[in-house]
């Protein structure tokens, strides 16, 4: 889409070429399905188009760092696409230090992360989920399984 075919959908957080990773089955978007979803939860379309419950509006802040063009393309992609089913996403460019001031506070909806890649993954990656110092760790906190 947006890297002009130069990247390869991911269908999982790594790649199969990652050592010890479960294999994955991708499921393709449905944004009917999505929809659906969002009305039985009680999001329903307000007038401006995006979705309501109890009077609040389902708006998630994208934490994304200013100074990487790559970061604001994934975020403007998201706020398009996830406006397809009614849901709004504030883009939020912020410089550095405060985006990593973010991953460590959890004070984030959504927020741009890479993997380390070879040879560090999947063990650094799955290592930074144990300490609040990543926006890993902050993500996977409400996990039901995560012991």
Known sequence: MFFYGTEEPATALFGDHVPYMPSVDPYDFDSNRAEQLLEEAGWNLGEDGFRVK???PLSLSYVYDANDAIQRTVGEWL??????????VQLEGVDNQAYLNAQKSGEFDVIYQE?????????AFVSSMRIPA???YQAQLGLEKKS
Do not use: E, L, R
């Open 115 to 123: 993997t380390w890649g070879a040879p560090y993954d999947p063990h």
């Open 134 to 136: 990543h926006a890993d």
């Open 54 to 56: 109890d009077g609040k």
């Open 79 to 88: 706020q398009q696409a996830a406006s397809q089913v009614g849901i709004s």
